[in-house]
DNA sequence: TGTGAAAAGGCGCAAAC
DNA sequence: GTTTGCGCCTTTTCACA
């Protein structure tokens, strides 16, 4: 892996993760390159894993997923294996989209999408809570989205 | 817009928001259906907004952005105009790649990714407390990342 | 590293069934 | 929804500066 990123990397980088579709003429035409160092550009940085994969990005409203909680879980016992089965159990969840491990008050934080209060509170009481060893769980709601976005700072 | 969407739906954009590249013979195959019509649901997902767009993620370990943080903002005046201010601001900030208004406590939750402490603290006390009305800023530090996806549950 | 060109196959897209 | 097909375009490689 070749590390020091060159600003014309960072220009590619900066089209693509705004829009996977760009091929990779169309990216060689905006960072003003030919179309074969450009490809090989890319071609690298997805071997590098530097571009881990592209995905498609879906619309949670019209999915009727209008509610994002933000959840602040402690533990009551700490033991390597109750953290670990803790974890993997956050990972199989759908409706838990990041998860982090955090410093101070809590133990961990959740970021979970549902469709309204209701699928909420079911995921809460039937799921969340019913894991051994949770001791507390602080629903933060959000209201309203003013940003979000997948796009990394490039500077 | 054809709204109740069916299992094969479904199955199209969990496929999809999982690999974006996937082609749409490739998805025809694994969802058992013949070219054209998975063409056509794809592109009618795409013209309803269902999905919204594809993107390439990167890799923030490798881009050097090792850190996240999660910060509660509140503020000390809540008229109209300031709100507006406020809010186009973190909009134009690429470090933050989140940012709700909440029930409760704070005013503002935010995702902010840096590459250090230093480079946090420098964003914070030039960028965000610079603002006017901010009152407050409360910075959780994210230590470790248990999950992250932008996969939205479809069941 | 960059440029230009070229092969091959795949893909989007549409028509007819 | 299926099968078929056309033509463009993308990816990928090579020879060369």
Redesign the interface.
């Known amino acids: 892996m070749q590390n020091p ?1 060159g600003p014309i990397d960072r220009k590619i ?1 900066r089209l ?6 760009l091929t990779a003429a169309e990216v060689a035409e905006k960072v003003e390159l030919s179309q074969s160092p450009c490809w090989r550009r890319i071609h690298r940085m997805q071997e ?13 409203k ?2 009727g ?1 209008s509610m ?1 909680v ?1 959840v602040n879980i402690k533990l009551s016992a700490h033991g390597r294996s109750n953290l670990e089965e803790f ?1 993997q159990a ?2 199989g969840y ?12 809590s133990d ?2 959740l970021k979970v ?1 549902a469709k309204d209060i209701a699928g909420y509170e079911r995921f809460l009481r039937d799921q969340l809570l019913q894991r051994p060893h949770v001791q507390e769980a602080h629903s ?16």
Chains 1, 2 share one sequence.
């Open positions: 990123l980088l693509l993760q705004h829009n996977g579709d590098d894993g530097l571009i881990e994969r592209k995905v498609a990005l879906l619309n949670p019209l999915l997923l994002t933000f974890e956050i990972v759908p409706e838990v989209l990041e998860c982090y491990t955090m410093a101070g008050g961990y934080l999408v933060n709601i959000a209201m309203s989205e003013v940003k979000r976005t997948t796009e990394l700072p490039l500077d």
